[in-house]
């Protein structure tokens, strides 16, 4: 039913409007359920990488908002934390399923490697983006919308494209946040420059890395998802 329905939807052209539709809808039930929950989850998955003496630091929104904001940003929907991929263990997903997180996707490349995992714990969503050492750099990589296709074909077929964001190699330390102690790059600033521009400081809700100088770079990979 779902593949007709949405046969029909790109036939009649109103295929996008209905998916930014529900997402908006989505959005703004996760952003509540951040708001009063997110301080959990972070602690809970904090003390899984404490345990196994993995530092798992804030990147993205959620650092960009203990940073700037001294908090969650307002309208964010879920908390990003960035690994070295280098130190993932073998039984993360056995040791994340103990403390209640279950590995809801993968996002891979075509040759297997996994960049980013999203778990979900008590409805909210945990994003854990791999970093990869590049000369004095690390950087992530941000799976995009697919240019044509809607994304269950593109999943089956050519995959969706990627750009890598790149920020300075630093070393973690933990820092206060909302009361708990959390790992963050020691270079901060330069990380947020990076990814959001000189601009970060300045909070702009619809912000798109194309309007901005940033060093997120589109990349010739093609990634795929994997569900669980």
């Known amino acids: 039913m779902r593949d007709l329905l949405v046969k029909i939807a790109l036939r009649l052209g109103i295929y996008q409007v209905i998916v930014e539709y529900i997402n908006?809808?989505?959005?703004?039930i996760q952003s509540r359920r951040m708001r009063k929950n997110g301080l959990q989850m972070l602690d809970a998955a904090t003390q899984v990488f404490d345990a196994?003496?993995?530092?798992?630091?804030?990147?993205?929104?959620?650092?960009?908002?203990?940073?700037?904001?001294?908090?969650?940003?307002?309208?964010?929907?879920?908390?990003?934390?960035?690994?070295?991929?280098?130190?993932i263990p073998n039984d993360l997903h056995q040791q994340m399923a103990k403390a209640g997180?279950?590995?809801?996707?993968?996002?891979?490349?075509?040759?297997?490697?996994?960049?980013?995992?999203?778990?979900?714990?008590?409805?909210?969503?945990?994003?854990?983006?791999y970093?990869?050492?590049?000369?004095?750099?690390?950087?992530?990589?941000?799976?995009r919308k697919h240019e044509t296709k809607e994304w269950k074909e593109a999943n089956a077929t050519d995959?969706?494209?990627?750009?890598?964001?790149?920020?300075?190699?630093?070393?973690?330390e933990k820092r206060e946040f909302l009361?708990?102690?959390?790992?963050?790059?020691i270079d901060t600033d330069g990380w947020l420059r990076a990814?959001?521009?000189?601009?970060?400081?300045?909070?702009?809700?619809?912000?798109?890395?194309?309007?901005?100088?940033?060093r997120i770079v589109h990349s010739n990979e093609r990634s795929y998802r994997r569900f669980f």
């Open 101 to 129: 997180f279950q590995l809801h996707r993968q996002s891979v490349l075509a040759n297997g490697q996994v960049f980013e995992e999203t778990y979900i714990y008590r409805k909210l969503h945990l994003d854990i983006f």
């Open 195 to 214: 990814i959001y521009s000189d601009s970060y400081m300045t909070p702009i809700k619809n912000w798109n890395a194309k309007d901005y100088v940033t």
């Open 179 to 185: 009361g708990l102690q959390v790992y963050m790059p």
């Open 24 to 28: 908006r809808v989505k959005f703004t």
């Open 131 to 143: 970093y990869f050492q590049e000369g004095e750099d690390y950087y992530s990589i941000i799976a």
């Open 52 to 87: 196994m003496h993995i530092p798992a630091f804030l990147t993205y929104g959620a650092l960009l908002g203990a940073y700037r904001d001294k908090g969650f940003i307002s309208y964010d929907p879920d908390i990003d934390l960035g690994v070295l991929a280098d130190q």
């Open 159 to 172: 995959g969706f494209p990627c750009d890598r964001s790149y920020v300075p190699a630093c070393d973690f």
